[in-house]
């Protein structure tokens, strides 16, 4: 159904329409810097239109359709995503860079997202609340309306699912402006909400730039709240241009995780998951262990094993499924990770493997750059404290307890963290202690749909999946009737 798909209009109320004040631009392909194809993007007068055919369907067909029926069309939908894995994969990828291994993997699991999701849209129940004999008090829980969803460039499907399932369970309506980077695959899921049968108007998407179209959805007052995921400068910046309307915001910011490996761990365990996490998707995702904190006694050996794996990973052509890790996204994140690369050499951390732009033959043009290692990284250093977002590991020696956590709780982040020892009281000790929305122990990055997923800190408001999610896309009302 998508091989043939055309990127190059919006889809507002049920239909594909060229727009009214944006355009259609080429779309850049990371991994050569060329254009791949054309994809439209919107203005201020499309995101008129499709916040307009997003309330009316709010107040017309979705809100009102018992909970069942908007569960069938959701099943539908999960069922379709499911037959169209490769194909959204292969877009995504195209797109943003990253392996397709990676990105079918990831895509991969949506469909089980969209059918949990699916499932929570007939159990919004309130409660009674026992009162005296004078009045019946209860509560019923209803949708917050109509929703700007605005999705970063590296995970653009995976951010759409997490925000479009639990908000239309809920029975909002929704417009989804993706990054300007890698709007395709949002066109693409916008097909598949078409074909499964949702009403006109409940899903709209609307690529655009972000401070055109974005910051416009953000300020207008038919949109009821935005759920955002990206940068903590930009969720500052939607704060204030949404503040007049006094919707709701919810806010899926940066990280800079730690891996904090104990010398009791099983370290070939922490190795491979602290190594695989550090270059996934070139490092560009909020909750990878880009901190690797080693307690002295296997700190040599962590040290050595990286340089050693840093050298085995297979940089290539993302489409390749033999590729390990791809280019990064863009050439501003290029830019931007090779600076923090000089910043780690100027702040007299030691480079072990990496640090330069790849430019071999095969890879010319495109944005490529080397699995890179910095060791005696000191806690105070920019590459400790800041998200790259690239593929640059910053290890970190620690002795004991008291200091590994007041490394790990020693920026202003708190997305996650990985915690590695065999010592059980340690594990509940340590992760108790540890300011961050999610703690692994002896694994990392498993979650699923139920599991709540957001930030402490500076690394976001809210959560996404979970009952969490479904709350923040409900208002509670209470009743109180005279008997
Ligand atoms: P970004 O903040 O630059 O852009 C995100 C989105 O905001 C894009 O759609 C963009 O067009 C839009 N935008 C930009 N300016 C806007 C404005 N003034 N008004 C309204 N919208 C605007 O982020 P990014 O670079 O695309 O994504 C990377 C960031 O996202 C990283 O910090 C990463 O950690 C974070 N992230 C967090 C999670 C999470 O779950 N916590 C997941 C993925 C990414």
Redesign the pocket.
């Known amino acids: 159904m998508l091989d043939s798909f055309r990127f190059d209009r919006l889809f507002i109320d049920g239909e594909w329409t060229v727009p009214l004040d944006g355009g259609v631009r080429g779309s850049i392909d990371p991994a050569t810097g060329k254009v791949w194809g054309d994809v439209a993007y919107g203005g201020i007068k499309d995101i008129d239109r499709a916040v307009a055919a997003a309330r009316a369907a709010f107040e017309g067909p979705w809100r009102r359709m018992p909970g069942w029926e908007r569960a069938a069309i959701l099943r539908r939908f999960a069922d379709l995503y499911a037959t169209q894995i490769d194909a959204l994969a292969r877009i995504e990828t195209q797109d943003n860079g990253r392996a397709v291994r990676e990105s079918r993997g990831d895509i991969g699991l949506h469909p089980q997202y969209w059918h949990w999701f699916a499932s929570l849209a007939d159990k919004l129940s309130g409660r009674t609340i026992p009162m005296d004999d004078s009045v019946h008090a209860f509560t019923s829980r209803l949708p917050v309306g109509v929703v700007g969803t605005?999705?970063?460039?590296?995970?653009p499907l995976?951010?759409a699912t997490?925000k479009l399932g639990p908000a239309l369970a809920a029975g909002c309506t929704v417009v989804l402006?993706?990054?300007?980077?890698t709007p395709a695959s949002s066109l693409a899921l916008a097909r598949l909400f078409q074909e499964a049968g949702f009403p006109p108007g409940v899903v709209n998407v609307v690529p655009?730039?972000?401070?055109a179209?974005?910051?416009h959805?953000?300020a207008h007052p038919g949109v009821d709240k935005?759920a955002?995921?990206?940068?903590?400068?930009?969720?500052k910046?939607?704060l204030k241009?949404g503040a007049d309307t006094l919707k709701r915001f919810s806010?899926?910011?940066?990280?800079k995780a730690p891996h904090i490996i104990f010398a009791d761990a099983d370290i070939e365990q922490a190795l491979n998951a602290a190594t695989g996490s550090a270059w996934a998707l070139c490092g560009?995702?909020?909750?990878l262990g880009s901190r690797i904190l080693v307690e002295r006694p296997v700190y040599d050996r962590v040290v050595a094993a990286f340089r050693e794996r840093a050298a085995r990973v297979r940089v290539g052509m993302p489409l390749d499924p033999a590729t390990h890790m791809g280019p990064q996204a863009h050439h501003q994140?290029l830019d931007k990770t090779l600076s923090y690369i000089d910043i780690g050499r100027r702040e007299g951390a030691d480079l072990v493997a990496g640090g330069s732009r790849i430019d071999s033959p095969d890879l010319a043009g495109g944005y490529f750059v080397e699995p890179t290692v910095f060791a005696g990284v000191r806690p105070d250093m920019r590459i400790a404290q800041e998200?790259i977002?690239g593929p640059v590991a910053a290890i970190i020696p620690f002795d004991g307890e008291e200091e590994a956590v007041s490394i790990a709780n020693g920026t202003p982040y708190g997305?996650a963290a990985g915690l590695w020892t065999s010592d059980t009281g340690r594990a509940h000790r340590v992760a108790n202690r540890i300011e961050a929305g999610i703690v692994w122990v002896n694994t990392y990055r498993y979650i699923r749909w139920s599991t709540p997923?957001?930030?402490f800190k500076t690394?976001?408001w809210g959560r996404?999946n979970g009952i969490e999610a479904l709350d923040s896309y409900l208002e509670t009302r209470t009743t109180i009737i005279s008997t």
């Open positions: 605005i999705t970063p460039w590296n995970v995976m951010a997490w402006k993706p990054a300007e980077q655009g730039d972000g401070p179209a974005g910051a959805l953000v935005i955002f995921t990206g940068e903590g400068a930009t969720a910046t939607i241009t806010f899926e910011l940066g990280g560009q995702s909020c909750a994140q998200e977002f997305l997923y957001g930030g690394s976001g996404e």
